[in-house]
């Protein structure tokens, strides 16, 4: 079994900052890219930054120069400095990772449980 734990999120106001954490636990051989997603209400499911184990990031074009993605691969842990917020980046944000596991060894794509940013004007 594997649990993505996410902490962080909460209500904060515009120009502010927040740092959320996901913590992968459980049967993990290793994990290749971690990332994390926004989902604001009536929108679909975006990529706002990924990170590989290698440490390459990419990020969705309306957070670059504000938001930083980074991991501790020994803590199996992804982090997502988020620095002055806007009231647009308000959101449910969700942790996800790519975990190869099991015997055979195969690749499986966790969900954390989600954390609300509320940023507010």
């Known amino acids: 079994q594997v649990q993505l734990v996410e902490s962080g999120g909460g209500l904060v106001q515009a120009g502010g900052s927040l740092r959320l954490s996901c913590a992968a636990s459980?049967?993990?051989?290793?994990?290749?890219?971690m990332g994390w997603y926004r989902q604001a209400p009536w929108k679909q499911r975006e990529l706002v930054a990924a990170i590989t184990n290698g440490g390459s990031t990419n990020y969705e074009d309306s957070v670059k120069g504000r938001f930083t993605i980074s991991r501790d691969n020994a803590k199996n842990t992804v982090y997502l400095q988020m620095n002055s917020l806007k009231p647009e980046d308000t959101a449910v944000y969700y942790c996800n990772a790519d975990i190869i596991r099991g015997y055979p060894q195969m690749k499986y794509d966790y969900w954390g449980q989600g954390t609300q940013v509320t940023v507010s004007s």
């Open positions: 459980g049967s993990i051989s290793s994990i290749n890219a």
